[in-house]
Nanobody
Framework: QVQLVESGGGLVQAGGSLRLSCAAS????????MGWFRQAPGKEREFIAQITWSARTTYYADSVKGRFTISGDNAENTVYLQMNSLKSEDTAVYYC??????????????????WGQGTQVTVSS
């Protein structure tokens, strides 16, 4: 059984920063990429950022580009999301995910095999 556990969420004022972490535990596995998604109340899950380990490439949603940075360690299946200049519209539950392969579009949830339970991020205006 593979488990992804997110941490670092919380309440922050608009303009502030938070750093989310996601670590894998349980059965050993090798991921080709990891990503972050979020879901606000009443909205669909939204892709935020992804990182592929082989080429260390990253990709961001337009809504967070320039404000959020994804990084991590593929040997540890650990991924981080540094979030700066937070806005009220960033309020959501944030999920990390791991993909064993990069066969699918990594902006889509279907590309990922394992998911964390989510961590709440609330940005007050």
């Amino acid at each position: 059984q593979v488990q992804l556990v997110e941490s670092g969420g919380g309440l922050v004022q608009a303009g502030g920063s938070l750093r989310l972490s996601c670590a894998a535990s349980g059965r050993t596995f090798s991921s080709a990429a990891m990503g972050w998604f979020r879901q606000a109340p009443g909205k669909e899950r939204e892709f935020i950022a992804q990182i592929t380990w082989s080429a260390r490439t990253t990709y961001y949603a337009d809504s967070v580009k320039g404000r959020f940075t994804i990084s991590g360690d593929n040997a540890e299946n650990t991924v981080y999301l540094q979030m700066n200049s937070l806005k009220s519209e960033d309020t959501a539950v944030y999920y990390c995910a791991a993909a064993r392969y990069t066969s699918y579009d990594l902006r889509k949830g279907i590309a990922y095999d394992y998911w964390g339970q989510g961590t709440q991020v609330t940005v007050s205006s």
